[in-house]
C-alpha cells in the first residue's frame, strides 16, 4: 500500500492523467456519454469531458449494508431499481432476500428519488440505449457501484459501455472486465485499502458542487 499513497494529486490530476490512457479522439468522435457512479467521480467526469463538451450524468445507486453491520455491504440498488447481491456475504450471514429487496424499494424511496429531484429536478435518468457509455470514478473499493451501473446500463442495450478509474483492487478489475468493453485505469493494486489514500487530496464534493458540475454539462 505504502507503494501507491498519495500516488494521485487530487481529483484534478486523476482525470488528467486519464485523459492519455482513454482514446479522447474517440470519446469526441462517437459522441461517449460520460456517467459518474459517484460524487467524486462526478469531478472527474467533468474535467475528463471539458475538451470535447461530452455530456456527462450522475447515475444514483444507495448502498445496502447488513441487518447488524452497518458498514458491511450486502447489495446496492441503482435508481431504475436494479439490484446487485454480494452473494457470498448474503449466504455467510444468512440473510433473507426479503430483507434485501425491502431495504431496496426504502433506499430507492427515502433516498435516491430526493436526489433525483434534488440534481436532476425530477427528471429520469436519459436512456442510453445505442450509445457509447463511460463509466467514471475516482475509485473503487469493492466494484458494487460499478456493477450496479453497468446492470443498469447494459439493460438499456447501449452500443458500448467503458470503464475510467484512477485506482482500483486488481480483483475488481478481474471482476469487472467481462461486462465492459474495455478499462481505463492507472494503477491495479493488489492490495487495496480504501480510495482516499491514494490522493493527497480528497476533499468531499459537495452538493452545492454536484449542482454546479451538473447545471454546467448536464444535457437531458
Known amino acids: 500500500m505504502k507503494k501507491y499513497k498519495n500516488i494521485l494529486k487530487d481529483r484534478n490530476d486523476a482525470a488528467q492523467k486519464l485523459t492519455e490512457v482513454i482514446p479522447m479522439q474517440r470519446l469526441k468522435d462517437e459522441n461517449w456519454k460520460l456517467i459518474s457512479v459517484s460524487r467524486g467521480g462526478l469531478e ?8 470535447y463538451k461530452n455530456s456527462i450524468d450522475f447515475l444514483f445507486s444507495e448502498s445496502i449494508k447488513a441487518p447488524n453491520n452497518s458498514e458491511c455491504e450486502i447489495a446496492r440498488v441503482s435508481e431504475s431499481e436494479e439490484i446487485v447481491i454480494n452473494e457470498k456475504l448474503v449466504s455467510a450471514f444468512n440473510i433473507q432476500y426479503d430483507y434485501i429487496y425491502g431495504e431496496a424499494r426504502r433506499k ?30 475516482e475509485g ?27 485506482v482500483i483492487p486488481s480483483d475488481v478489475l478481474e471482476l469487472l472486465e467481462p461486462f465492459a468493453d474495455d478499462i481505463f485505469f492507472l494503477y491495479s493494486i493488489n492490495d487495496y485499502v480504501e480510495t482516499s489514500l491514494y490522493y493527497e487530496d480528497f476533499e468531499k464534493v459537495d452538493e452545492e458542487r454536484i449542482e454546479k458540475l451538473l447545471g454546467d454539462k448536464n444535457e437531458i
Do not use: C, W
Not at 44 to 51: D, E, F, G, P, V
Open 140 to 166: 473503487s473499493e469493492t466494484g458494487m457501484k460499478f456493477m450496479t451501473a453497468l446492470k443498469t446500463i447494459l439493460a438499456q442495450k447501449p452500443k458500448a459501455v467503458y470503464i475510467a478509474v484512477p
Open 44 to 51: 472527474l467526469a467533468y474535467n475528463i469531458s471539458k475538451k
Open 108 to 137: 430507492h424511496e427515502e433516498k435516491i428519488l430526493s436526489y433525483i429531484y434534488q440534481y436532476r429536478k425530477g427528471q429520469p435518468f436519459a436512456s442510453m440505449h445505442n450509445q457509447v457509455v463511460l463509466l467514471v470514478d
